[in-house]
């Protein structure tokens, strides 16, 4: 199938940000990267195999991108406040010069992306969505980790809501916004939280991100697969095609 990739220079962003598409025509997804890792690990770990039908038949295109900023916080030796930085930078690139690139290779300037991503990168999936609802059309979590507190404040304390934590982290991003156009273009876009029933997926942690989710009016499915479903690329290698072509 076609296959591109490409490397962006974001400001305040100590590393490029690899991007990978493969597909030749469809819906664009852009799929985020688990735990900070490239944007090929998609491929070396079976989820562009998994979609393949979907791909080969113009269906959808996917745009995964590497986890740069991730990695930031999972290294942990970053002052809070540079961790924070990091995150916003990471959000407002997504938001800007990564939808104009997807719109561009699509040769469509008004076509919507679907936000995707497993355990780290299903934070990244949903605060994309909840940063810009008219770019993305809606967002799919597997195994998600949606506070991303812990990882920004970690170490030497700082205030999270004077650094902007708050902001690039979903639960509190969610918790914040007001009622208004934001929020109602929200309503209007499908959420899908997976995960797995096994060993080291955190059940309790997706079901409070769609229970919050519900609250603010956002519609939300979640799907738990018990056994023999667990945390991990096996999984979600059949989870994620399911949802994607729900969403067509």
């Not at 809501?161 to 209007?188: F, H, I, T, Y």
């Not at 997926?201 to 609250?215: K, S």
């Amino acid at each position: 199938m076609p296959k591109n990739s490409w490397s962006f220079v974001v400001p305040r962003l100590t590393a490029p940000i690899g991007v990978t598409r493969w597909g030749h025509f469809g819906m664009p997804v852009v799929l985020f990267a688990s735990a900070g890792g490239d944007s090929l690990e998609a491929e070396r770990l079976q989820i562009i195999a998994a979609l393949a039908p979907l791909l080969d038949a113009g269906k959808i295109k996917v745009y995964a991108v590497d986890g740069t900023a991730m990695r930031v916080l999972l290294a942990g030796t970053a002052a809070p406040e540079v961790r924070i930085q990091t995150q916003q930078a990471f959000d407002e690139w997504t938001a800007t010069a990564l939808g104009a690139h997807v719109r561009r290779d699509c040769e469509n300037d008004t076509v919507e992306l679907l936000a995707c991503g497993c355990a780290l990168g299903a934070a990244s999936a949903l605060q994309a969505l909840l940063r810009d609802a008219q770019l993305f059309r809606g967002a799919i979590g597997l195994s998600g980790t949606y506070d991303l507190l812990p990882w920004l404040t970690e170490g030497p304390r700082c205030s999270a809501d004077a650094g902007g934590g708050a902001d690039v982290s979903p639960p509190q991003q969610l918790a914040r916004l007001p009622e208004g156009p934001q929020l109602e273009r929200l309503r209007q876009r499908p959420v899908t939280l997976g995960c797995t029933a096994g060993d080291y997926d955190d059940a309790p942690a997706t079901e409070a991100m769609a229970r919050q989710l519900r609250e603010r009016g956002i519609a939300t499915r979640t799907d738990v697969w018990g056994q023999p479903f667990h945390f991990g690329f096996s999984s979600w290698c059949q989870m994620l095609p399911r949802f994607v072509g729900d969403l067509l």
